[in-house]
């Protein structure tokens, strides 16, 4: 089916775009002028049998966007000449079909982390325990006493809800919560030091993902940052000679995401919150990951840890709440009852609150520490990163066999890995993992990487000696269905010539 000729108004618009296209210099063919006269109108394509029945059961405008989006793709193929006959309609329809099959499914969705990184910040790091999301349900499905107190039936404040939770598992003060630590740390700065001079190591002089660098927080929140020390050593006593009448705060800053080692020396908290209170001035410990406690009691690196600050005697600690601690995106701040206060009174306060929902899952997740034992059974993040390698190994061994059994002309193997918690959490610890190891027939390892991203429920892998890893310390049992869905079908899409398989290098087999 051929459509009408595009009407004259259309054609020059057309016209228009091609000589924009082209470049200075360039003008389109006669040939391409043909092709894309040729190409069928939006206001045409709409009066299709196909497109009708779409327009019975979808808005108009995602219609209409769609077609738009086909027909603009058929346009750029034609002026970069990649195509030698007229477009037909059938592949315009084709096209804007998969473009609203497209737009029909949620941006947000759901992804199977196979990555092995636990905290993995582009997949929304740590994942929500069963106890919090029943807790973020019954609070977003009705109303709830976000800032009202049952008992005096007087408006409440918001913070309450985790400030007992937080001072008795940590010992602080009191607590306050904002919306994740980059606010947390402004905040801080902002009522405390706002015009006056932090002083800070130049090793600790942080940037992390989505450029966020120190200095451009401390110049944000009208603090003046006063470096002391060099890169890879500070002592007690460069914080000590920097100190001075505008001196507001000693600030330590854990480097989320590297380690500096070898010829190295850092302050401790402990030396450092003892020198800031014999000149009057605040200690300030930004945890940065928020290890709330000890975690070597579970078998992990050591990572600086709330509990301890606020043993050390910081006067304010600030951490993530969506990394070690295993909870949703939030800022938490402990410290001293007076202090937190004076945050909770800020005016950014306003801003950088946290809302319902982030509560009913912080509070949720929080009570899993009352009982340090039960912790790395509930809270996911910790389930996953304390996992042995032994229990990997049995995960993975049923996830090969369900594999090899949906797809017989592929070799799976399980094999022995490396892997790190990520999300600026324990930096440059390894984390030995088990993985399973997969060579595509016909089809190269990056290819079905990127193929995999496209399946109905994507699946998140990484690539090592040429083949793809399916990491066990991030793929939960109840996952392994439709991974295994969803590796087939990246085979069956698949219009790639068979090839022989390239055996590559592969990891000891377990």
């Known amino acids: 089916m051929r459509s009408p000729p595009i009407a004259g108004w259309e054609w020059s618009m057309m016209v228009e775009r091609t000589r924009k296209t082209a470049g200075p210099g360039k003008e389109a063919t006669p040939k391409t002028n043909e092709l894309l006269r040729a190409l069928p109108s939006v206001s045409s394509l709409l009066e299709h049998g196909d497109v009708r029945q779409w327009l019975s059961g979808l808005p108009r405008v995602s219609v209409v966007g769609a077609l738009q989006i086909a027909v603009e793709s058929f346009r750029g193929e034609i002026l970069k000449s990649q195509r030698d006959g007229p477009v037909d309609v059938e592949e315009i329809l084709a096209f804007a079909e998969q473009e609203l099959t497209r737009r029909s499914m949620p941006s947000l969705r759901r992804v199977i982390n196979a990555t092995g990184i636990v905290l993995h910040t582009g997949l929304g790091r740590a994942p929500l325990s069963h106890e919090a999301l029943e807790a973020v349900h019954e609070c977003a499905s ?3 006493n976000l800032e009202y107190d049952l008992l005096t ?7 309450a809800h985790i400030v007992e ?27 405390f030091a706002s015009g006056r001079e932090v002083i800070v190591s ?8 989505g450029s966020f ?7 944000a929140s009208g603090a003046i940052l006063r470096e002391v020390g060099t890169t890879n050593r500070t002592r007690l006593s460069d914080y000590e000679k920097a100190i001075n009448e505008q001196s507001a705060l000693l600030l330590r800053v854990h480097p989320s995401n590297y380690r500096v080692v070898g010829f190295a020396e850092e302050v401790p908290i402990e030396p450092l919150a003892a020198l800031a209170h014999r000149f009057q001035l605040l200690a300030v410990d930004d945890l940065g990951s928020g290890a709330l406690f000890d975690l070597t009691e579970w078998g992990l690196p050591r990572e600086p840890n709330a509990k301890e600050s606020v043993e050390a005697g910081a006067d304010l600690i600030c951490f993530s709440g969506d990394k070690l601690l295993g909870g949703p995106q939030c800022g938490i701040i402990l410290g001293k009852k007076y202090l937190v206060e004076s945050l909770d009174s800020s005016p950014l306060m306003r801003a950088f609150r946290v809302d319902k929902l982030t509560l009913a899952a912080l509070e949720a997740t929080l009570r899993a520490y009352l009982d340090p034992r039960e912790a790395p059974r509930s809270v996911p993040g910790l389930r996953m990163l304390t996992a042995s390698t032994e229990e990997l190994a049995d995960r993975a061994r049923v996830l090969c066999e369900q594999l090899q059994a949906a797809l017989p002309g592929e070799h799976f193997y399980v094999c022995s890995d490396i892997g790190y918690a990520g999300g600026g959490s324990m930096p440059g610890e390894e984390v030995p ?5 997969w060579r595509p027939n016909g089809l190269s390892a990056a290819a079905a990487a990127a193929a995999l991203h496209e399946a109905e429920v994507p699946v998140i892998t990484r690539i090592r000696d040429d083949a793809l890893c399916f990491d066990l310390r991030t793929v939960a049992e109840l996952d392994f269905d439709d991974l295994v869905s969803s590796t087939t079908a990246v085979l069956m899409e698949s219009d790639e010539p068979d090839e022989e398989r390239s055996e590559g290098v592969s990891l000891p087999i377990l």
């Open 142 to 144: 009705g109303y709830c």
């Open 153 to 159: 039936g007087q408006r409440g404040k918001r913070q």
């Open 165 to 191: 939770l937080l001072t008795g598992i940590t010992g602080a003060e009191s607590a306050t919560v904002v919306n994740n630590n980059a606010a947390a740390t402004v905040l801080i700065l902002r009522t």
């Open 202 to 209: 130049r090793g600790q002089l942080i940037e992390i993902g």
């Open 213 to 219: 660098r120190l200095p451009e927080i401390m110049h």
């Open 433 to 437: 993992t088990v993985v399973v190891q």
